[in-house]
């Protein structure tokens, strides 16, 4: 079920059904990334199941903040089919996540805290093979790192780089503020990030994400599941004993040293979730993690995705980009300098800049050519369009696998 909120109504709950029938349409969209196959349009049944029942609810409504849990906190809502025959959701609302409902009344209150000066800290062209540097003294290892009984290898980004150079052209401190900061190569380690995190107002990384989907419980042994064991408290305030590793270290960041197996006092090259969590953010006011399935975690009822998504809003951030899926570079590249001219050249709310440069890819993508076609200052749905239109037709667009895969969750203006 869903509870729309809103503050010229009073609380509406809509019944929508199965969740296990919800969480196969989402797996389905998932597999396909809403392309139609065998006459079958896996985003029209989520906008039937999902959608639909909310919709007679949002009447003049253009941002609507959603709280998913479980699946559907796995589901781009954007990129479901909008009204007209062709079209996305992306074109007819603004839609952010909120992952912490509980965070709202922070958000919206009026005494906003002072922040730091215009900063920004940029991590990437990472050397996932150098030097991981010292570990802190209750340092913990991400969990379910091993494939075949290797360790994941990262590999670095070639479009990693040009997007550095290209972000950090685009930062327009004001006079008096300090110039971006960035972290490549070998120096890229986990505990440089953690200590100049906190002294900047962005943060934007171009890393891998780690995300291992299933817990290593049936990977340990008998006695060290045991030992592995982990509390938590359920609605009844009964603490229940759950298998396993921590959902916190299931996810994580890749940063120098990530592809050696760490010596006894390093790190391991990997930023968990759990140890983003543990951070203090509370003067930064956005993050970008331009990396893979960041935006995925360990489902939690009734409390979404314990992952790096929700990891960074507790420690403090305000906003946080993060992806779906295994996104590709060029594009992303693409996306992130897009929206990062929205937000400082363009002076858009943070929602309406990634919205607009995902319309951008959207609209004007050539995947042959990884550009642009033609430049649109910002783009606004159309308000009628014919339906011959080429504009409006699926083949002409970009799909949305290339522009949907990253979502905005805390404060979006």
């Not at 001219?341 to 995947?367: G, M, S, T």
Request: hydrophobic fraction near 40%; charge should be neutral; glycine fraction near 8%.
């Amino acid at each position: 079920m869903a509870f729309v909120v809103r503050g010229d109504r009073p609380v509406v709950r809509v019944d929508l059904g199965a969740a296990d029938a919800i969480a196969r349409q989402v797996g389905q969209w998932r597999e396909s990334f809403g392309r139609k196959s065998n006459d079958q349009n896996p985003g029209e049944g989520l906008r039937k199941s999902v959608w639909l029942p909310l919709e007679p609810h949002l009447e003049a409504i253009e941002i609507v903040l959603v709280s998913p849990d479980r699946a559907l906190a796995q589901l781009p809502w954007g990129a479901l089919p909008g009204a007209k025959p062709g079209s996305y959701l992306l074109e007819e609302r603004a839609i952010a996540v909120i992952p912490v409902p509980q965070i709202l009344p922070a958000l919206l209150s009026k005494e906003r805290r002072a922040g730091l000066p215009e900063s920004l800290l940029v991590a990437g062209d990472i050397d996932y093979g150098g030097n991981s540097g010292a570990a802190s003294s209750d340092k913990r290892n991400a969990a379910g790192r091993l494939r075949d009984g290797k360790l994941f290898e990262f590999t670095r980004l070639p479009a990693g780089p040009a997007e550095m150079v290209g972000i950090e052209k685009r930062f327009q401190p004001k006079p008096g503020s300090r110039a971006a900061d960035m972290l490549r190569g070998s120096a890229a380690t986990e505990a440089a990030f953690c200590e100049q995190a906190r002294q900047h107002a962005w943060l934007h990384l171009i890393t891998h994400g780690y995300f291992a989907p299933e817990t290593v419980r049936s990977a340990l042994a008998p006695d060290e599941a045991e030992e592995k064991s982990f509390r938590l408290l359920s609605d009844s305030d009964k603490p229940r004993v759950v298998k396993g590793e921590h959902p916190g270290l299931l996810s994580g960041l890749a940063f120098a040293g990530a592809n050696t197996p760490p010596a006894p006092g390093h790190d391991d090259g990997i930023l968990t979730a759990l140890e983003v969590s543990s951070l203090d953010l509370s003067n930064v006011d956005g993050v970008v993690l331009s990396a893979c399935e960041t935006g995925l975690g360990e489902v939690a009822g009734g409390e979404g995705l314990l992952g790096l998504q929700r990891a960074f809003q507790v420690a403090g951030a305000k906003t946080v980009v993060a992806s779906l899926w295994k996104v590709p570079d060029a594009e992303t590249s693409l996306l992130m300098q897009l929206f990062y001219e929205n937000v400082w050249e363009k002076k858009l709310p943070r929602l309406e800049a990634l919205r607009q440069a995902q319309l951008q890819l959207l609209h004007n993508y050539d995947a042959q050519s990884h550009t642009l076609r033609g430049t649109v200052a910002k783009l606004k749905p159309p308000v009628d369009p014919a339906p011959t239109d080429p504009a409006h037709k699926s083949a002409a667009r970009c799909p949305p696998f290339f522009w949907t895969a990253f979502v905005l969750s805390g404060d979006w203006r």
